[in-house]
């Protein structure tokens, strides 16, 4: 399946999402806390528009409310020297009245109907549709106290929406942090997995598969999740609470007035069905060329350095180029549905308000609807757009957490092919004594890299392996470390198949060199002890010295502490491979294997080496690989390979007596050198 194909995920799995939430059930307190936290933001954020429709409706407009005249001394709390010996007061129906109250040129009256529409007062008197009412003036010094009430309900009123603002805002970050908590350390288990998982696949999973698509799973991939725990899992809850609270406030509060509100739901659902399929398709896009250019950036900068010997910085760009352009115009397909989209549901939102002022204010002037009420509609229209606009956003979440969760899970379902045997053997005594018994092995299907390979090598000797590049030297290596397993035949050490060994245990008693050495990031000695605690410093210096890499360390400013960058950018390659030797000692193997450990080292450091492994192999069994026949004429054994079979076995001069193959590997080497000298 390639990166492409793997993108192109369902926008919603049952089975993925199940398994996505056995994660969020290992912090499902929290979860529920922070949904908790969430319904209690949500129905205090509802109830705003609710408060100031009161506060504007049963306080601030007071013409739609009645006022009750009663004698002054029969109303002690009435805080006004009254009107004609009369104090008018509100929230009651005791009295002469009712009474409303009108202005007009910043002078107020009492009268003794009810006015909508237009009227005109002169003289105290009032000309309303034809008729003649006497108004009571009231003096400004007397209005404070007739809407005494009001007042202080004004203030209280006021003073538990600034509290319930703050309150709701408090609410939110401790929400936030608690949910943002959550996810990041759902997000710290799956990477945990993931890391963990890696290590325990074999060799074959990464042979087959490139670096920068598995790092791609534990860091991009991973972090997609992210978002799908936090606006997902909890956040599309309140975004269906919030829509769903709002419906029932407002056809509670007036249902013809909602109903002419959601009249442009249809329009709604309509255009979201017809963005989803058109973003999903250019999201699609997006995310296959975005790994295209993701997977070029990494080849480019990987071989950077083939790249600018050979001068193809021109042909590259250009390549570059394209590649970027093609993700480009991607990326601009799906701005441009987001384009369309987004400013055609502004254009719902802005007739949704047309709507409702239009009914809405008929309905104020005919005095079948209050002016709060009104206020209170045109606020949840607005808020009852934007859990819409989230949920469509969250879509696009939703199929890239998809997307990548299939990907993880496709990681985590691998089975490693080379498993600890269920009763693991660790012989009682170690000896180093190794056998191949016609031993057959392929990395895929019947084509056999190794054919019928038979070997011993008993405990103490060195045995090399030569032959032509692919001839099998390598493999056997891995073989013995049981880094795959073979088809046919049986691999030994110490008399126990290395499949029943006990697979940690076989390893910890191979130490190995390679040509490719790879140096962590850190420092000298952490790289040569591998925060193995029970290797001590005088064993890593011992170490060090039995290889000659004591020499360069102790010219380092900070000799053994001195750090070192990634892959060992800082060091030589023979300081790499110096150090490598180091490591392989430190641990003190049974085995010791090293495949063209001394490759890269120049001839004065090798004789030195040389001189050290000597003493080194002593009473350890030792598997040499080499390319240059000069450094294994003082081995055992040399067996000699060629296109995955034995061809010859025996000492250095033993193989160049019997004038076969050795031999003229040997004349090949010995005529170079000449030529060369």
Not at 35 to 51: M, N, R, V, W
Not at 172 to 184: C, K, V
Not at 533 to 561: E, M
Request: charged share 20%; proline share 2%.
């Amino acid at each position: 399946m390639t990166e492409a194909d793997e993108i192109m995920g369902k926008a919603y799995d049952s089975k993925l999402m199940r398994r996505l939430l056995t994660y969020a059930t290992l912090h499902l307190n929290k979860l529920l806390l922070s949904i908790l936290l969430l319904i209690i933001i949500t129905l205090g954020d509802l109830a705003g528009p609710y408060l100031m429709k009161i506060i504007i409706d049963d306080h601030l407009d007071a013409s739609n409310h009645a006022f009750y005249a009663r004698p002054l001394n029969e109303v002690p709390e009435y805080k006004g020297a009254g009107i004609q010996n009369l104090a008018f007061v509100r929230f009651t129906t005791e009295g002469k009245g009712p009474y409303y109250l009108l202005t007009q040129n910043g002078a107020w009256y009492l009268s003794p109907i009810k006015v909508n529409g237009l009227y005109k007062i002169n003289d105290d008197q009032l000309f309303y549709e034809g008729n003649t009412y006497k108004l009571i003036s009231v003096p400004k010094s007397e209005l404070k106290a007739m809407r005494g009430s009001d007042y202080s309900q004004v203030i209280k009123l006021s003073s538990f929406y600034l509290a319930l603002m703050l309150s709701l805002g408090l609410l939110s970050y401790l929400q936030t942090y608690l949910l943002t908590y959550t996810g990041q350390s759902i997000i710290f288990t799956i990477r945990q997995q993931i890391f963990e998982h890696l290590q325990y696949l074999d060799l074959t999973f990464f042979d087959q598969n490139y670096v920068g698509r598995i790092v791609t799973r534990a860091t991009n991939d991973v972090e997609n999740l992210s978002e799908m725990y936090t606006d997902i899992l909890v956040n599309t809850f309140r975004d269906i609470l919030t829509l769903a609270g709002i419906i029932i406030i407002m056809l509670k509060l007036d249902w013809k007035l909602s109903l002419v509100a959601f009249s442009v739901v249809p329009l709604i659902l309509l255009a979201t069905i017809v963005f989803r399929k058109q973003v999903r398709a250019a999201y699609r896009l997006v995310r296959r060329h975005l790994s295209e250019l993701n997977g070029f950036l990494n080849e480019s900068i990987s071989g950077m350095k083939i790249i600018q010997i050979f001068n193809q910085e021109k042909k590259k760009h250009q390549e570059f180029n394209r590649i970027n352009r093609d993700y480009q115009k991607a990326s601009l397909k799906e701005i441009n549905i987001y384009a369309i989209f987004r400013p055609f549901m502004d254009l719902l939102y802005y007739l949704a308000i047309t709507l409702i002022i239009y009914f809405g204010g008929k309905g104020v002037l005919d005095a079948r609807i209050q002016f709060g009420l009104l206020f209170a509609f045109i606020n949840y229209v607005q808020r009852f757009f934007g859990p819409i606009n989230a949920l469509t956003e969250k879509f696009n979440i939703m199929q890239s957490a998809m997307a990548s969760s299939e990907r993880i899970f496709q990681l985590l379902d691998t089975k490693p092919t080379i498993t600890q045997p269920l009763d693991p053997i660790v012989p009682a005594k170690s000896q180093g004594k190794i056998e191949f018994k016609h031993v057959y092995f392929a990395y895929k299907n019947e084509d056999y890299v190794l054919k019928d390979i038979s070997f011993t090598v008993n405990p103490g000797e060195t045995v090399a392996f030569v032959g032509h590049t692919g001839a099998g030297k390598t493999t056997i290596i891995n073989l013995v470390n049981r880094f795959y397993d073979i088809q046919k035949g049986q691999i030994l050490v110490d008399g126990v198949d290395v499949r029943d060994w006990d697979l940690y245990k076989l390893r910890q008693r191979i130490g190995v060199v390679l040509q490719d050495v790879f140096v962590f990031s850190g420092d000298i000695k952490t790289n040569i002890r591998l925060y193995n605690d029970k290797i001590s410093q005088a064993q890593v210096h011992a170490a060090c010295k039995a290889v000659r890499a004591d020499d360069f360390i102790t010219k380092l400013p900070r000799a053994y502490d001195e750090k070192v960058t990634e892959r060992g950018a800082t060091l030589s390659q023979g300081q790499r491979q110096l150090l490598a030797l180091a490591r392989a000692l430190a641990f003190d193997p049974d085995i010791l294997v090293l495949d063209e450990a001394t490759a890269n080292i120049d001839t004065e450091t090798e004789a030195l080496i040389q001189e050290a492994l000597q003493k080194v192999a002593k009473d350890r069994t030792t598997l040499v690989i080499a390319h240059r026949l000069s450094t294994i004429q003082h081995a055992d054994k040399i067996i000699v390979m060629h296109r995955g079979e034995i061809k010859e076995v025996g000492k250095h001069q033993e193989l160049l007596d019997q004038g076969g193959l050795y031999f003229r590997l040997y004349q090949l080497q010995y005529q170079s050198h000449q030529k060369l000298a």
